[in-house]
């Protein structure tokens, strides 16, 4: 059994046909959907890239380790599924970014290092063919809008040109391959072919995005402030919203491609599609842009999970909530690999035989940092700033200089969630509370509403269980005590 993993960056479900949104253009996804599992209910164990990922490969919460930042990656001494893949002699097949594995772990797993060592960064790779809407001192400057590619015809991105290469050459007498694909796009910033958004109507979208809420942690009215948001018209922010979905559909249309090479070759009939990714974006809702280290919304937490399998029922969809690890889990079975160590993910084989999934799960998010753990704070002073006179990188400067200034409003933070209701727990600042039957936008935070108490308090002493049961792991390798035998 072969696997195709295409992992868009900041991805959020609801950007996507297939999972409600009436206005975006995604049909090759919308089909691949109609011949998979679709998991409606998906929820990232982070809401950042690089402890999103951890999670996602080890199977295991970010406290399990402690991978709360972009700059924690994973170890050689931690199991992974590319290793336990490796092992087994599958061919570790990645195109695209990393922010996974530390160098040595990279060292390892991969069977063509050199892409990895000699890979260019794709983000400014791309960037470099466009620039930013607006000049510095404008407002809108920091709110990642960049200008659109105009291109005759539509360009193959470098990593999927060279995935696609591998697999017209690939021999039916190779080792089974997993081939990663981890592209940058939708993430910000915000800019996409000018072919695709020609597809998208901004005025139509204006409704779409939510207003600022008072009641929101505060976290969020500073992105505003240090962003300048607050001066940037609900029309500029549909039209942030039409390039964002732009970068969705130019996603789609990369699919589309490497499906037709999987049927040409007909890899397809032994080769099982995961599409998911890491988590989602704001791209304008309430005046907010890109995502925050401890946001619990659903724009960032929820994401697309689609899983096509060779004999798998067609057009199933899963209501029931999962997680977003649970693709290690899965994947490790389809192989027929017995994991040698701790882990809390699920595998979804059932589901994809077209059964239901567990209607009392309950998903669990972490993010945030700790006020005595400086270095886990964008903007750390003793770590190299991003704060330069490139204009692509100088646009997160507002991003450091607030997790700086208020680190209280990057706090530690976590998220217990069932398939009615959500609560989120903070070291400082405001817990939430959420009807998602009755108020699925979020607006009326009834953490402290009296008719809501018996529900808090389930969730809050659910919560504290869960921390009991996966507070550490303990590894299945013994020492023996006798120390001379």
């Known amino acids: 059994m072969n696997f195709l993993f295409l992992f868009p960056d900041e991805m959020c479900a609801g950007s996507l046909s297939c999972y409600g949104n009436k206005y975006s253009h995604t049909p090759n996804i919308d089909k691949l959907a109609e011949e998979s599992t679709l998991f409606k209910n998906c929820f990232v164990q982070n809401p950042v890239c690089s402890p999103s990922r951890c999670?996602?490969?080890?199977?295991?919460?970010?406290?399990?380790?402690?991978?709360?930042?972009?700059?924690?990656?994973?170890?050689p001494d931690e199991p992974s599924l590319f290793r336990y893949l490796k092992k087994s002699g599958y061919n570790i097949q990645w195109y695209g970014k990393n922010d996974l594995y530390s160098q040595a772990y990279l060292d390892e797993i991969c069977d063509d290092i050199n892409e990895k060592r000699e890979e260019s960064n794709s983000f400014t790779r791309n960037l470099d063919k466009t620039k930013n809407h607006f000049s510095p001192g404008e407002p809108g400057y920091y709110s990642f809008w960049y200008e659109d590619v105009h291109s005759e015809e539509i360009p193959l991105d470098e990593d999927i040109k060279k995935?696609?290469?591998?697999?017209?050459?690939?021999?039916?007498?190779?080792?089974?391959?997993?081939?990663?694909?981890?592209?940058?796009?939708?993430?910000?910033?915000?800019?996409?072919?000018?072919?695709?958004?020609?597809?998208?109507?901004?005025e139509q979208l204006t409704a779409e995005l939510s207003v600022p809420v008072p009641s929101k942690p505060s976290f969020e009215a500073l992105i505003r402030k240090y962003r300048n948001l607050d001066n940037l018209?609900?029309?500029?922010?549909?039209?942030?919203?039409?390039?964002?979905?732009?970068?969705?559909?130019?996603?789609?249309?990369?699919?589309?491609?490497?499906?037709?090479?999987?049927?040409?070759?007909?890899?397809?009939?032994?080769?099982?599609?995961?599409?998911a990714s890491d988590h989602g974006d704001w791209h304008g809702t309430r005046k907010l842009v890109e995502k925050w280290p401890n946001a619990m919304d659903e724009e960032i937490i929820h994401v697309p999970l689609i899983i096509r399998m060779p004999g798998g029922i067609k057009g199933h969809i899963v209501n029931e909530p999962n997680e977003l690890f649970d693709i290690m889990a899965t994947v490790l079975d389809l192989a027929g690999?017995?994991?040698?160590?701790?882990?809390?993910?699920?595998?979804l084989i059932p589901q994809l035989l077209g059964n239901p999934g567990d209607p009392n799960r309950l998903v669990f998010c972490e993010g945030g940092y700790d006020i005595t753990e400086p270095h886990c704070f964008e903007g750390y002073p003793k770590r190299e700033s991003v704060n330069s006179s490139n204009a692509i990188a100088n646009i997160y400067h507002p991003k450091q200089l607030q997790q700086q200034l208020h680190p209280e409003s990057v706090c530690r933070t976590v998220m217990i969630r069932n398939a009615s209701y959500k609560l989120v727990r903070r070291s400082t600042g405001a817990h939430e509370l959420y009807d998602l039957k009755n108020d699925p936008e979020e607006i009326y935070n009834l953490y402290f509403n009296e008719a809501a108490k018996i529900v808090r308090l389930e969730l809050e002493s659910a919560l504290l269980d869960w921390y009991l049961h996966t507070s550490d792991t303990v590894p299945f390798k013994e020492d023996n005590r006798n120390f001379g035998s």
């Open 55 to 75: 999670s996602l490969m080890t199977g295991t919460y970010v406290h399990n380790r402690g991978h709360r930042t972009l700059w924690h990656l994973l170890q």
């Open 163 to 202: 995935a696609i290469s591998f697999l017209k050459n690939y021999k039916e007498e190779d080792p089974p391959f997993f081939l990663y694909l981890p592209l940058d796009l939708p993430h910000p910033p915000y800019w996409a072919y000018d072919v695709f958004h020609k597809l998208y109507r901004p």
């Open 233 to 275: 018209s609900i029309e500029s922010f549909a039209e942030i919203y039409s390039i964002y979905l732009a970068g969705c559909s130019y996603v789609d249309y990369l699919w589309g491609k490497l499906d037709q090479i999987l049927k040409e070759t007909g890899l397809s009939k032994n080769t099982v599609i995961l599409f």
């Open 337 to 347: 690999i017995q994991p040698q160590h701790t882990h809390f993910s699920h595998s």
